[in-house]
């Protein structure tokens, strides 16, 4: 993505999409790749359910795709624990 792209604001997404993108931050701080099966453990969704997302968070740009599971995207937030 170059960088004066904007991914737009995280209210664009649907709740369904936010939480499906959290989870995978949340793996993702442990520099981890988030599978289906992670996710949909993660907040309680169908795997169907978080395939959809996990295809349009692609899509948007927010994540990418590793084998068979995902990572976060090009961002611009950063994380402070």
């Given amino acids: 993505m170059r960088e004066e792209e904007s991914l737009g604001d995280a209210q664009e997404m649907s709740g369904t999409e936010l939480a499906v993108y959290e989870a995978v931050a949340a793996l993702n701080v442990d520099e981890r790749s988030a599978t289906v099966a ?3 453990e993660m907040t309680a969704l169908g795997e169907d359910d978080v395939r ?8 948007g740009g927010r ?3 590793k084998g068979d599971a995902y990572l976060l995207g090009a961002h611009d937030w950063g994380l402070e624990y």
Avoid: H
């Fill in 38 to 40: 992670e996710v949909a």
């Fill in 63 to 65: 994540l990418v795709p």
């Fill in 52 to 59: 959809r997302c996990l295809g349009s968070l692609v899509e």
